[in-house]
C-alpha cells in the first residue's frame, strides 16, 4: 500500500498542493528528466490541458489529470513532451 505524498509546487505563479502516490511522482519526475524539462512546467501542460483541453479532460482536479497523463504517457496515447518534438 503507497502513502499518498503531498508536495507544494507552483503552478502558473502561484503555490498549490498537489497529492500523489510515491510511483506517480517518481513516473512525472522521470517524464520530465527524458523530456529536458523541469517538472513545474510538466505540471503545468498538465494543468493547462484540463482546464483548455479536450472536453474529456476538462473539470478534474489537478492530481488526478496528473495520473491520466502519466498513464497515457506510458500507454502510449499522449504526444512527446520534449519541446519541439
Known sequence: MSL???RSVVVW??????SLEPDFWRCLNGIARSAGRPIANLIEEVDHNRR???QEERNTNLSSALRLFVLKHFAGDSHDPR???
Open 4 to 6: 499518498i505524498g503531498k
Open 13 to 18: 505563479g502561484h503555490k498549490t498542493s498537489v
Open 52 to 54: 483548455y483541453g479536450p
Open 83 to 85: 519541446p519541439g518534438a
